[in-house]
């Protein structure tokens, strides 16, 4: 009897009738609506018409009510958008609830739907690169492994005061190590102590590096022991040519060892690093290393054709090689303009002008990069500041579900 009763009031006014309460918010709509997407989670729910409880076809689902209420107006009206207040990844995770594909989002709310892509990405960059020590003002930062302790104190100098006073320390040593290219005195070269400085903290960081490749992946590493082996390898040439009375490199070789001995000036980017705005900027760039390759492959491509332009219109008028013109080009790209070149043609006229407009519209595609990349890794560097900073103060003893807990 009670099931007659049930099936007369599915069949009754009200049978065309469906109630939601998702999340504590109530919907309604009709089976009708929902059969038009009858592959998803709410068209095939008219399959459970006989295991509803109560007088009014009501389902419960504990999930999100303004991303439901924008998927319902899609069974209306069949464009589906989002709301802004919802963060892109969990609308993501509610299209695929409710079988909802994501490529039916209206091209209006793509901006929404990515909105937050690639932010886990860049805070795990953070991590690694700029990890936050809330209590960097200690005398030194204490990790569960003694590696980790020694690490810290000589790659990051915000984790502590014993930290900070080593970077000084290094500092100081980078600026004795250039004295001797000032002074240009050749026994200085020979007695560079401050490269045992280098060598020591170079093998140092690498044995207590948690990641072994990556530390070689470093373009500031690599350089700073390309630097260390040219220095080396020059004392080695000087004693043995004291001991044997006579001289054992050559010119060629000289200036190759000389060049990879400058390379030491990079030791003073790694100074720059402490300063955590510099870094951001480094990140930066970084980031923004296909923009830059892109830049360079078209400031070379046009350079060449231009070049090549220029040599046409100036052959008769002066005698330059191909070259030459490209190196005006080039110049002349740049806005740098030196000034040894100069069209003495119609035609060149106006293809420096042409040349110099198109640099500065280029100029702008790296520019406009970094500064973008630059602006929002400070706002989510800050951010993570300001959450570690707050984590470090409560301490919660109920961490989110699926998050394991995090030792500061």
């Known amino acids: 009897m009670g099931t007659d009763s049930n099936t007369k009031d599915c069949n009754g006014p009200m049978a065309d009738q469906v109630h939601f309460n998702v999340g504590g918010t109530k919907f309604s709509t009709t089976w009708a609506t929902l059969q038009r997407l009858p592959s998803s989670k709410l068209g095939r729910l008219h399959e459970r018409i006989n295991e509803i409880k109560g007088e009014h076809t009501e389902f419960f689902f504990d999930r999100n009510p303004a991303v439901f209420g924008c998927i319902l107006d899609f069974y209306r009206n069949g464009v589906l958008h989002l709301p802004e207040t919802v963060c892109g990844r969990q609308i993501r995770e509610e299209l695929q609830f409710w079988d909802i594909s994501a490529g039916l989002v209206s091209s209006c709310c793509w901006r929404v739907l990515y909105k937050d892509d690639g932010v886990e990405k860049t805070m795990r960059l953070l991590d690694m690169e700029l990890p936050v020590f809330p209590n960097g003002m200690q005398m030194l930062q204490k990790a569960e492994k003694v590696t980790s302790t020694i690490w810290n104190l000589l790659e990051y100098p915000s984790s502590s005061l014993m930290a900070k006073g080593y970077m000084l320390f290094y500092f100081l040593v980078v600026v004795a190590s250039v004295i001797?290219?000032?002074?240009?005195?050749?026994?200085?070269?020979?007695?560079?102590?401050?490269?045992?400085v280098f060598l020591l903290d170079v093998l140092t960081r690498f044995i207590m590096s948690p990641y072994k490749a990556r530390f070689f992946l470093s373009v500031i590493n690599v350089l700073d022991i390309l630097a260390l082996l040219?220095?080396?390898?020059?004392?080695?040439?000087?004693?043995?040519?004291?001991?044997?009375?006579?001289?054992?490199?050559?010119?060629?070789?000289?200036?190759?060892?000389?060049?990879?001995?400058?390379?030491?000036?990079?030791?003073f980017y790694r100074v720059l690093k402490a300063n955590r705005s510099l870094a951001l900027l480094l990140l930066a760039m970084f980031k923004s290393k296909r923009t830059i390759f892109m830049y360079v492959a078209i400031m070379i491509i046009n350079c060449v054709l231009i070049g090549i332009l220029f040599f046409w219109f100036e052959r008769l008028q002066r005698q330059?090689?191909?070259?030459?013109?490209?190196?005006?080009?080039?110049?002349?790209?740049?806005?740098?303009?030196?000034?040894?070149?100069?069209?003495?043609?119609?035609?060149?006229?106006?293809?420096?002008?042409?040349?110099?407009?198109?640099?500065?519209?280029?100029l702008a595609l790296p520019i406009s990069a970094i500064y973008h990349n630059f602006?929002?890794?400070?706002?989510?560097?800050?951010?993570?500041?300001?959450?570690?900073?707050?984590?470090?103060?409560c301490r919660p003893t109920v961490m989110p579900f699926n998050q394991p807990a995090q030792i500061m």
Not at 180 to 196: E, Q, S, W
Not at 332 to 349: E, Q, V
Not at 379 to 393: A, F, G, I, K, Q
Request: aromatic share 6%; proline share 3%; hydrophobic share 45%.
């Open 180 to 196: 001797p290219d000032l002074l240009d005195h050749g026994t200085f070269h020979v007695l560079d102590l401050a490269n045992v």
């Open 230 to 267: 040219a220095c080396a390898v020059t004392l080695i040439i000087s004693l043995v040519g004291l001991l044997l009375g006579r001289t054992l490199h050559t010119p060629s070789l000289l200036q190759i060892l000389g060049f990879l001995r400058m390379l030491k000036y990079i030791r």
């Open 320 to 362: 330059q090689t191909m070259g030459e013109s490209i190196h005006w080009a080039f110049i002349t790209m740049t806005t740098i303009g030196y000034g040894d070149i100069i069209p003495l043609t119609t035609g060149g006229r106006v293809l420096s002008v042409l040349c110099g407009i198109s640099g500065l519209i280029l």
């Open 375 to 393: 602006s929002t890794l400070y706002s989510h560097n800050r951010d993570r500041e300001r959450h570690v900073t707050d984590l470090d103060r």
